[in-house]
T-cell receptor
Framework: GNSVTQMEGPVTLSEEAFLTINCTYT??????LFWYVQYPGEGLQLLLK?????DKGSNKGFEATYRKETTSFHLEKGSVQVSDSAVYFC????????????FGTGTKLQVIP | SAVISQKPSRDICQRGTSLTIQCQVD?????MFWYRQQPGQSLTLIAT?????????ESGFVIDKFPISRPNLTFSTLTVSNMSPEDSSIYLC????????????FGPGTRLTVL
C-alpha cells in the first residue's frame, strides 16, 4: 500500500535558520504530493503541493520539489520565523475520482527567537 | 477553496456519554471525511460520508461507535458514542475538491476530552 515517511521531530531551530524536513513516499504510480501545516490549536491547512515529477510547490517562503528518482518531497525554507512553529504533515494522493489521502506522522517544528 | 466550520470547538465529557460534532461547509461538496487525531499523532481516517448514502468506515471504526449523518451537500455530523478516555482526541472534518488532485480542506477541529 501507499505510505509516507517523515523525519521525526521535534525540530528546534533558531530564528532565521535554514529548515529542511525530509519526506519520502512509497506508492505504485505517480501520486500528487502535499505539505500540510497545523498551527497550535487549529486544523490542517494546505501549505503547498506538486502534481508531477520535478514540479516545485511553493508558498509563504516554503518550497518542496517532487523527486521521482528518490521518491522524496522534502520541505525547505531559507529563513524560519517564530510564527512558523507548527506541525508539518507530508501527504500523498492520486488524482482521478476519490482517492484516499495518506498522511505522514507529522514533524513538529519549534523556532526560538 | 472551501471554508469549513465545526461545532463545538472543544468539550469535556463524562465517560459513557455521547457527543455529536457538527461540520458545516460554505459550498456544496460530494464527499466529506471525518478524521481522528490522537494526542501527538497523525490523522486517522474514521469514515467517508457521501450525501444520500451510508458512510463508509475504515478498518477499526464501526457505525455503532461513530454514527455519521449526511443530510445534505453542506453538512455532516459525527457522534462519538459511549465515550471512554481513549476517545480523547481532536476530531477533524474535511472535504475534497471535486476534481483534480484530491487535496483536502480541513475544519478547525473539535478537541474532545473524556474524563
Amino acid at each position: 500500500g501507499n505510505s509516507v515517511t517523515q523525519m521525526e521531530g521535534p525540530v528546534t531551530l533558531s530564528e532565521e535558520a535554514f529548515l529542511t524536513i525530509n519526506c519520502t513516499y512509497t506508492a505504485t504510480g505517480y501520486p500528487s504530493l502535499f505539505w500540510y501545516v497545523q498551527y497550535p490549536g487549529e486544523g490542517l491547512q494546505l501549505l503547498l503541493k506538486a502534481t508531477k515529477a520535478d514540479d516545485k510547490g511553493s508558498n509563504k517562503g516554503f518550497e518542496a520539489t517532487y523527486r521521482k528518482e528518490t521518491t522524496s518531497f522534502h520541505l525547505e525554507k531559507g529563513s524560519v520565523q517564530v510564527s512558523d512553529s507548527a506541525v508539518y504533515f507530508c501527504a500523498l494522493s492520486f488524482s482521478g475520482g476519490y482517492q484516499k489521502v495518506t498522511f505522514g506522522t507529522g514533524t513538529k517544528l519549534q523556532v526560538i527567537p | 477553496s472551501a471554508v469549513i466550520s465545526q461545532k463545538p470547538s472543544r468539550d469535556i465529557c463524562q465517560r459513557g456519554t455521547s457527543l455529536t460534532i457538527q461540520c458545516q461547509v460554505d459550498s456544496q461538496v460530494t464527499m466529506m471525511f471525518w478524521y481522528r487525531q490522537q494526542p501527538g499523532q497523525s490523522l486517522t481516517l474514521i469514515a467517508t460520508a457521501n450525501q444520500g448514502s451510508e458512510a463508509t468506515y475504515e478498518s477499526g471504526f464501526v457505525i455503532d461507535k461513530f454514527p455519521i449523518s449526511r443530510p445534505n451537500l453542506t453538512f455532516s455530523t459525527l457522534t462519538v458514542s459511549n465515550m471512554s478516555p481513549e476517545d480523547s482526541s481532536i476530531y477533524l472534518c474535511s472535504v475534497t475538491q471535486e476534481t483534480g488532485t484530491n487535496e483536502q480542506f480541513f475544519g478547525p477541529g473539535t478537541r474532545l476530552t473524556v474524563l
